[in-house]
């Protein structure tokens, strides 16, 4: 049987094409439900504040970097979306005094316009927000060198065989509209997936590259970075993807109701838990991974349901 065709972008896979029964059943989950979803490989917890929540997000990173050592580096995939975590992960490290010249960073993904990475000096930057936020705010006798700071900008191929000489501890991220980590969005639906998505495992195989993004993850970055203005937001981005985020040792998913809706919050959980991986619900796929952990703040997860404004 054919899938049906996405509600909002017609010319693309997402969630709008999945099977209503599955859809139907993320809308009743409860809390309690989302709790129950646990399983070996898939851990579920909630924070009941704000300051919790992201203190708990910011702790990752120094318990990701106080595992590196001369003879076995160690460090951590990080996003920008949230970037509440950045300020509190350079406070801590100054407090600690902790010394990250053995530890690394990932950045998970920038910007692309005109086939190229976006320069540091371009206001959605990834790589700014991260040195503004966190690195530059490190004291300088403690910070890790430039070139334990890994963004997926350049060589590509270079960014990726990184992950195969440095233990990435923890993949964090946060949870887009389009259902993804980074920017692994749904492809468009063309070509060989016109009737289709393409099999979880034709996904897992790709690897970090250049995105076209899902119109859905253009509008959210404008919502959320860009005060609504759509025009301001490139259409292409540069991802770490499958590949790498399966040599991370934990996937480590952040969602305070920020990025992502109470309808989003519920489904990939399900299918998660479920094992049920479907490329038109990027995140779904981690289902197969080993060890998946999805944080949520209490209060962000909302209802499913009628409510009109």
Not at 60 to 73: G, L, N, V
Not at 132 to 153: D, G, K, Q, V, Y
Request: aromatic fraction near 10%; glycine fraction near 6%.
């Amino acid at each position: 049987m054919s899938r049906t065709v996405s509600k909002v972008a017609p010319g693309w896979w997402d969630y709008t094409t999945l099977d209503t029964a599955i859809l139907n059943d993320a809308a009743r989950l409860d809390e309690h439900d989302l709790m129950q979803l646990a399983r070996p490989g898939f851990q579920v917890s909630f924070y009941e504040s704000l300051e919790d929540f992201y203190l708990a997000e910011a702790l990752e990173y120094i318990q990701a970097w106080k595992q590196a050592t001369p003879s076995r580096p160690a460090g951590i995939c990080g996003p920008i979306g949230p970037t509440e975590q950045l300020p509190l992960v350079a406070r801590i490290v100054n407090a600690l005094e902790l010394d990250l010249r053995n530890a690394h960073f990932w950045g998970m993904d920038e910007w692309v316009e005109h086939g190229q990475p976006v320069p540091i000096t371009h206001p959605l930057s990834f790589a700014r927000a991260d040195l503004e936020m966190c690195f530059n705010r490190i004291e300088p006798a403690l910070r890790m060198p430039a070139s334990n700071l890994h963004f997926p900008t350049g060589d590509l191929d270079a960014y990726s065989r990184s992950y195969d000489a440095v233990r990435c501890m923890v993949m964090q991220g946060g949870q887009g509209e389009v259902k993804h980590w980074a920017f692994n969005d749904p492809p468009q639906r063309k070509g060989p997936y016109q009737e289709a998505p393409p099999s979880p495992a034709e996904y897992r195989s790709l690897k970090t590259r250049i995105v076209d993004l899902h119109p859905m993850t253009v509008i959210q970055n404008a919502r959320t970075s860009g005060g609504g203005n759509v025009s301001m937001v490139p259409l292409q981005a540069a991802s770490v993807g499958p590949v790498e985020t399966w040599k991370a040792e934990k996937v480590s998913i952040w969602q305070a109701g920020m990025h992502d809706n109470p309808f989003g919050m519920r489904l990939t959980a399900l299918m998660i838990s479920r094992r049920v991986p479907d490329a038109a619900v990027p995140m779904s796929l981690l289902a197969d991974h080993p060890n998946v952990h999805f944080h949520y703040y209490r209060k962000g997860l909302g209802r499913v349901e009628a409510e009109m404004h």
